[in-house]
């Protein structure tokens, strides 16, 4: 028997084929956005149905700008800013529940809640609904809970994740098991684990309640820079480095990080490549700060896991990217451009064939604090596509009223007295320690007059001839 090989290409059959990214028209963007110039290696863009926030640049403390959707066209130079930080913000997430609410965390080692008015700034926000202090060092990461009202996460340089329960106001757990910053933090779809990468070069599948490691790798060959959950099919994605500088993405057994399944080098290019990843359609996008390129992949269970499908070109480098999460289409791409300053949505448009899941985790939160601190896990509350994504959540943010506590050590009120940590903040707290005690040498004065005066009655009284 002969066998006779076709000399058409074994392609695996994909649903994709036809995906292309598409530009918003100039009419549809966002111009003149002064992007912040921070080296930090972070998104510096969060999306929501209703508004884009940017990281901006800012004089004397740190802010972000917070623009509704539809007020598309040129940003003025003096659009209102939330500017209540006093170095600069590293990061920013919209609440999943609630899409006013945006958390903040700053070189200036708090995390800050703002609830945001409707139709968006008129003037400047200074005072945050909630400031939170438990870091010692500047924070670099916020991550709000995906299934549980009220829960968020901060990553600070002092190596350590706080729990946050915004329902008390507090720092409810601490994660401390990474030896140097962590780069990351993803969940899975509950929100019943925890992965992080790390600049120690490992990656962590993490318990989050007890801060318990369930998996580890050490990645000497892939060093590891981000990491995202694929929804619930067990499997990890990190973007990283090879050994030779090539960039390199990597896909992973969430139960047995010993080895990944596969790596698959990207290109010689330096700028750190962000993955997003949307659930519905199993497709990960790859985008890399200072590229103008977004790739994108699909994701299987089988062989070969990962399948390139196209990308989307733009000759402006990008310098932030945000993920709609609840976009009516395939995704939705807000693209931060590093040259027009002006924001594009290169949007997926997929054949008439792909059928999207018509169910999305929606605006209703599965659990509230309370439970899911008890140990209870429970996925995500589904709508629907047709109608849902427009459908505004019951959900309202109530700041918690906390009594003023105080920790005293030598008569110092360590609470009252949150060390500064920029050079900004120590101008600050220096001029206001001058102008106290300037204050406080003039009422010494005043007492020392008083006193002398006091003497001299004194003096008189014990001198004087008694009344008969």
């Known amino acids: 028997d002969t066998v006779t090989m076709s000399w058409r290409p074994q392609y695996r059959s994909s649903k994709f084929r036809n995906v292309y990214g598409k530009v918003a028209n100039r009419e549809h963007c966002f111009d003149g956005i002064p992007i912040t110039k921070n080296v930090h290696d972070n998104h510096f863009c969060a999306v929501n149905a209703r508004f884009l926030a940017t990281v901006t640049e800012s004089a004397g403390g740190g802010s972000f700008l917070v623009i509704p959707l539809e007020q598309t066209g040129r940003i003025e130079p003096n659009y209102p800013k939330v500017c209540g930080h006093q170095g600069n913000v590293l990061d920013i997430k919209w609440n999943p529940f609630i899409d006013n609410i945006i958390a903040s965390c700053s070189e200036d080692t ?51 994740i706080l729990i946050w329960n915004l329902d008390v106001g507090e720092a409810v757990k601490m994660i401390d098991c990474h030896k140097d910053v962590i780069l990351c933090m993803s969940f899975n779809t509950d929100g019943g684990l925890l992965t992080t990468t790390c600049k ?8 989050p309640r007890s801060g318990r490691v369930l998996q580890e790798a050490n990645c ?61 359609t199993h497709m990960l996008y790859l985008a890399g700060k200072g590229d103008g390129n977004i790739r994108y992949y699909e994701i299987s269970t089988e062989k070969p896991y990962l399948s390139y499908l196209m990308e989307f070109r733009s000759p402006a480098p990008q310098k932030g990217l945000g993920k709609e999460p609840r976009g009516h289409r395939a995704a939705v791409h807000r693209r931060l451009d590093g040259l027009g300053l002006w924001i594009d949505t290169p949007t997926p448009t997929l054949q008439s ?14 659990l509230t604090p309370d439970e899911w601190l008890k ?27 906390r009594e003023k506590k105080s920790v005293v050590v030598n008569g110092i009120d360590l609470l009252e007295n949150v060390p500064p940590r920029t050079e900004n903040e120590l101008l600050r707290v220096f001029f206001r320690q001058q102008d106290e005690i300037r204050r406080l040498k003039e009422e010494l004065a005043q007492k020392d007059i008083r006193l002398r005066q006091l003497q001299l009655e004194l003096k008189n009284l014990r001198n004087s001839p008694k009344n008969c």
């Open 375 to 401: 140990g209870i896990n429970r996925d995500p509350v589904l709508m629907s596509l047709k109608d849902g994504y427009k459908k505004s959540s019951k959900v309202v943010f109530k700041a918690p009223i």
């Open 200 to 207: 120690d070069k490992k990656l962590r599948v993490i318990e």
């Open 353 to 366: 064939s792909v059928k999207i899941d018509a169910m999305r985790p929606g605006t209703e939160p599965a």
């Open 220 to 280: 000497k060959n892939h060093r590891v820079n981000r990491v995202v959950f694929l929804g619930n099919m067990k499997r990890l994605l990190t973007t990283g480095v090879s050994r030779w500088n090539t960039r390199q993405i990597a896909l992973w057994d969430q139960e047995d990080l010993s080895m990944p399944l596969i790596e698959e080098e990207i290109d010689g290019l330096s700028g750190l490549l962000f993955p997003f990843y949307d659930a519905d």
């Open 110 to 160: 708090s995390v800050r809640i703002w609830e945001i008015p409707e139709g968006g700034l008129k003037r400047n926000m200074t005072e945050a609904l909630l400031e939170l202090h438990g870091h010692s060092r500047r924070v670099g990461l916020v991550e709000w809970h995906p299934t549980t009202n009220n829960i968020l996460f901060s990553a600070g340089y002092d190596y350590k």
